[in-house]
């Protein structure tokens, strides 16, 4: 891989990087579409990182599919396929970690202690073996895609993180690898998240800015689903991912929910329409 990425940066090629722990959906597709349109040679990985589990969470049970995985990113067009082994990203003696401060703290942070450490420290790894131009990350991640943003910043990392829109199903559900762990009852009930952000945005296109009272929108919108069992659902500010007490400046009303077993994230992007407006856009 690192020969490969000599050789296109000697050929002043524009290399982009898609990071994926595999199990591929229209999501992950959609991330390299977009870096086909930027770049050539588009890299995809296939890692499933261990440093970002807990020690009750699902690694073992993570979905695996790697010979679909390859057929589809084949398929897609990528030019290569980095899928290392775990030895060879942290050998015996592996003892460097990167950590964001304050922003890995909060939100999924708290939910899940080491996780950010886990994803910043194994993206580094990814950006460094590759040395992209770009790279590609999903909105859904969107605490996770902050921190890599401000990672590559504060490390003065050359690649650029271009943060893409989250892809969802018909009705509403974000796409995740994790959507495979619900059965029939549970993928209906997982809709909930969606109708509970789209409850916040009616509230908030009526003219709402208390976040306090957003806040109560989601949990009875989310609370009157039987599986449903509330992490955190948060008004945040975009940058900080600090709580906000009105809805004035870019925000993010977050969501974490276990539906029965499995834990759902989701997000609803919100912004002034311009400086001081109070018109909002939206981005779900």
């Not at 990425?5 to 050929?11: N, S, T």
Request: hydrophobic share 40%; glycine share 6%; proline share 5%.
């Amino acid at each position: 891989m690192k020969e490969q990425a000599r050789q296109a940066r000697a050929e002043n090629r524009v290399a982009g990087l898609v990071t994926t722990m595999g199990a591929l959906h229209r999501g992950h597709l959609a991330l390299i579409d977009r870096a086909k349109q930027d770049c050539s040679p588009v890299i995809a990985s296939i890692f499933v990182n261990p440093k970002q589990f807990g020690p009750n969470e699902d690694f073992s049970k993570y979905p695996r599919a790697f010979d679909s995985d390859r057929e589809k990113l084949e398929q897609a067009g990528v030019d290569s396929l980095f899928a290392p082994e775990e030895p060879e990203m942290y050998p015996l003696s592996f003892s460097t970690y990167v950590n964001v401060e304050g922003l890995s703290d909060r939100l999924e942070g708290r939910s899940r202690p080491g996780h950010f450490r886990g994803v910043a420290t194994v993206v580094m790894k990814l950006l460094q073996i590759v040395q992209p131009s770009f790279a590609y990350f999903g909105r859904k991640d969107a605490q996770q895609s902050r921190i890599i943003t401000q990672m590559a910043r504060d490390l003065d990392v050359h690649t650029e993180i271009v943060v893409c829109p989250i892809e969802r199903e018909p009705d509403g559900l974000a796409l995740s690898s994790r959507n495979a762990y619900l059965n029939t009852e549970e993928r209906k009930a997982a809709t909930v998240l969606h109708r509970a952000l789209e409850a916040a945005r009616s509230e908030l296109a009526a003219g709402v800015r208390d976040a306090l009272q957003l806040q109560a929108v989601l949990h009875g919108t989310l609370g009157a689903e039987r599986l449903a069992r509330v992490d955190y659902a948060e008004i945040v500010d975009a940058e900080s991912f600090e709580p906000v007490v009105r809805v004035n400046k870019p925000c993010y009303v977050l969501l974490a929910v276990f539906i029965g077993k499995t834990r759902l994230i989701d997000n609803l992007q919100v912004a002034p329409r311009e400086p001081g407006s109070d018109e909002l856009l939206f981005h779900f």
